[in-house]
């Protein structure tokens, strides 16, 4: 850890060390190309560092967020056995915000200042935890949708250049999958149910659509971060490739359930072999 060394007064890593040279970021940026894993006590650029930390705290943030809204159902669940289901898919999102915690703990900040900064609102999480679960299908649908996006985006992190977080991701992405078929399992249950619990469905899938779009971030031409820690490989895919190949994938997954998807302008376009999809707001 950078912060090896320092006194307690002064563990800003950036106001101890030395310029970086060209040469050192030419050997950092050969390794990177090489797909050689940058571990903790490795050099690295600050602006390497400062975005990891920016990722992995705010992708904590996000699962530690992100088990209030699901919380609020666990003693509405309507049997038994969803309800343990669901104890357990929140234990599983706490363990991840640990992970991560850990992970962002090597590149030498603090757990508590990572807490301290989302509780000041200076680290962000991801926003789509601030809508209400209304019904029990808004459980399917973030366990469908929500944790689709999310596995989607997470995958490629398990060959991020930076070891830690990428072996992090490794159990995060094996204990995600289950937690999506479990929202589409409760979404399925409600299709094949009455025509309210169908209609409960659907207005959930409504509501959560556009939202799930939205969490692979801003369109690549917007993005402030990506083509960089592309370069970096912390990320693999762009912004709008990871969302197109989640619009791919979920969308014939609606049809089977037999829902409708919010997008007048969605169709497939043949030449292409992917859906076109409307804009987002």
Same mark, same amino acid.
């Given at each position: 850890?950078?912060?090896?060394?320092?006194?307690?007064?002064?563990?800003?890593?950036?106001?101890?060390?030395?310029?970086?040279?060209?040469?050192?970021?030419?050997?950092?940026?050969?390794?990177?190309?090489?797909?050689?894993?940058?571990?903790?006590?490795?050099?690295?650029?600050?602006?390497?560092?400062?975005? $990891?930390?920016?990722?992995?705290?705010?992708?904590?943030?996000?699962?530690?967020?992100?088990?209030?809204?699901?919380?609020?159902? #666990?003693?509405?669940?309507?049997?038994?056995?969803?309800?343990?289901?669901? $104890?357990?898919?929140?234990?599983?999102?706490?363990?991840?915000?640990?992970?991560?915690?850990?992970?962002?703990?090597?590149?030498?900040?603090?757990?508590?200042?990572?807490?301290?900064?989302?509780?000041?609102?200076?680290?962000?999480?991801?926003?789509?935890?601030?809508?209400?679960?209304?019904?029990?299908?808004?459980?399917?649908?973030?366990?469908?949708? =929500?944790?689709?996006?999310?596995?989607?985006?997470? !995958?490629?992190?398990?060959?991020?250049?930076?070891?830690?977080?990428? %072996?992090?991701? =490794?159990?995060?992405?094996?204990?995600?999958?289950?937690?999506?078929?479990?929202?589409?399992?409760?979404?399925?249950? $409600?299709?094949?149910?009455?025509?309210?619990?169908?209609?409960?469905?659907?207005?959930?899938?409504?509501?959560?659509?556009?939202?799930? $779009?939205?969490?692979?971030?801003?369109?690549?031409?917007?993005?402030?971060?990506?083509?960089?820690?592309?370069?970096?490989?912390?990320?693999?895919?762009?912004?709008?490739? #990871?969302?197109?190949?989640?619009?791919?994938?979920?969308?014939?997954?609606?049809?089977?359930?037999?829902?409708?998807?919010?997008?007048?302008?969605?169709?497939?376009?043949?030449?292409?072999?992917?859906? %076109?999809?409307?804009? !987002?707001?």
């Amino acid at each position: 850890m950078y912060t090896q060394g320092l006194d307690q007064k002064d563990k800003n890593p950036a106001k101890r060390r030395a310029p970086e040279s060209p040469e050192q970021l030419e050997v950092f940026q050969k390794r990177v190309d090489a797909e050689e894993k940058i571990e903790a006590k490795d050099w690295m650029p600050e602006a390497y560092r400062r975005t $990891l930390i920016r990722q992995i705290s705010q992708h904590a943030h996000s699962e530690i967020i992100g088990m209030q809204p699901e919380g609020n159902w #666990l003693t509405r669940a309507p049997t038994l056995k969803r309800k343990a289901i669901l $104890l357990a898919k929140i234990q599983d999102e706490a363990g991840h915000g640990l992970y991560l915690y850990s992970a962002g703990e090597t590149l030498g900040v603090s757990r508590d200042q990572m807490v301290a900064d989302l509780l000041s609102g200076k680290a962000k999480y991801s926003s789509i935890f601030n809508y209400p679960t209304l019904t029990w299908a808004d459980i399917g649908a973030i366990g469908w949708l =929500v944790d689709g996006a999310a596995i989607m985006n997470q !995958i490629p992190l398990c060959r991020c250049s930076y070891g830690p977080y990428a %072996r992090a991701m =490794v159990r995060v992405c094996k204990e995600e999958s289950f937690h999506q078929r479990q929202g589409f399992d409760i979404l399925r249950v $409600l299709c094949e149910g009455t025509a309210e619990q169908k209609a409960m469905a659907q207005d959930a899938l409504d509501r959560w659509w556009w939202p799930s $779009l939205m969490m692979f971030g801003p369109s690549d031409t917007d993005s402030e971060h990506s083509a960089q820690s592309m370069a970096w490989k912390i990320k693999r895919f762009s912004n709008d490739e #990871l969302r197109q190949k989640f619009v791919d994938v979920t969308v014939p997954q609606a049809q089977f359930l037999g829902l409708k998807m919010p997008d007048d302008n969605l169709e497939f376009d043949e030449k292409s072999g992917h859906y %076109r999809f409307g804009e !987002i707001d």
